[in-house]
T-cell receptor, first 112, second 116 residues
Framework: GQNIDQPTEMTATEGAIVQINCTYQ??????LFWYQQHAGEAPTFLSY????GLEEKGRFSSFLSRSKGYSYLLLKELQMKDSASYLC?????????????FGKGTKLSVIP | GAGVSQSPRYKVAKRGQDVALRCDPI?????LFWYQQALGQGPEFLTY????????KSGLPSDRFFAERPEGSVSTLKIQRTQQEDSAVYLC??????????????FGPGTRLTVL
């Protein structure tokens, strides 16, 4: 089975940097995704990691350590529009590997 | 179309009614997924289609839930005899990869179902 843990809520200041952590236990691993979801809207794709290391994309970076079952999403130069829920999701390998298993999401509030 | 679309966006049903939720995936996308998202939770997998074939329905919570994609594009999720615990947002996602093993899933805005 799958188990994905991430903090429920975080608060950060506009212009600052915030790191959202995600730990997972899985019977197989075939990639980790981060999605952003504003209230009442669709989850939108942010990043994908399948190998260890850091993936950088503009103000967003995502890190993966497969041996530790650990990932983080780093948001730089925070803007008010970054207030949203951030979902960590794992795709497993093997049978039924197509679906994503999501954490409960981290609600980020950016304050002035 | 430009993205995944779903209709209706909101649905209110009385307990015991049947409902049908529609998903239009991104044009040309082979793989289609349905997820259920309860308030304050992450999405949970319901079922997966590759073209018209339903390859995985392990996440459907009961036999009241039924999904189809008869022509390999538009999909419908049907819930029979709705119960209050069915109240949730139902998300549809599509991806272009034929195996969906490596490709990114793109989500629609969801249908918020409220069962009274």
């Amino acid at each position: 089975g799958q188990n994905i843990d991430q903090p429920t809520e975080m608060t950060a200041t506009e212009g600052a940097i915030v790191q959202i952590n995600c730990t997972y236990q899985t019977s197989g691993f075939n990639g980790l995704f981060w999605y952003q979801q504003h209230a009442g809207e669709a989850p939108t794709f942010l990043s994908y990691n399948v190998l260890d290391g850091l993936e950088e994309k503009g103000r967003f970076s995502s890190f993966l350590s497969r041996s530790k079952g650990y990932s983080y999403l780093l948001l730089k130069e925070l803007q008010m529009k970054d207030s949203a829920s951030y979902l960590c999701a794992v795709r497993s390998s093997g049978a039924g590997s197509y679906q994503l298993t999501f954490g409960k999401g981290t609600k980020l509030s950016v304050i002035p | 179309g430009a993205g995944v679309s779903q209709s209706p966006r909101y649905k209110v049903a009385k307990r015991g009614q049947d409902v049908a939720l529609r998903c239009d995936p991104i044009s040309g996308h082979v793989s289609l997924f349905w997820y259920q998202q309860a308030l304050g939770q992450g999405p949970e997998f319901l079922t997966y289609f590759q073209n018209e074939a339903q390859l995985d329905k392990s996440g459907l919570p009961s036999d009241r839930f039924f999904a189809e994609r008869p022509e390999g594009s538009v999909s419908t999720l049907k819930i029979q005899r709705t119960q209050q615990e069915d109240s949730a947002v139902y998300l549809c996602a599509s991806s272009s990869d034929t195996s969906a093993r490596t490709d990114t899933q793109y989500f629609g805005p969801g249908t918020r179902l409220t069962v009274l």
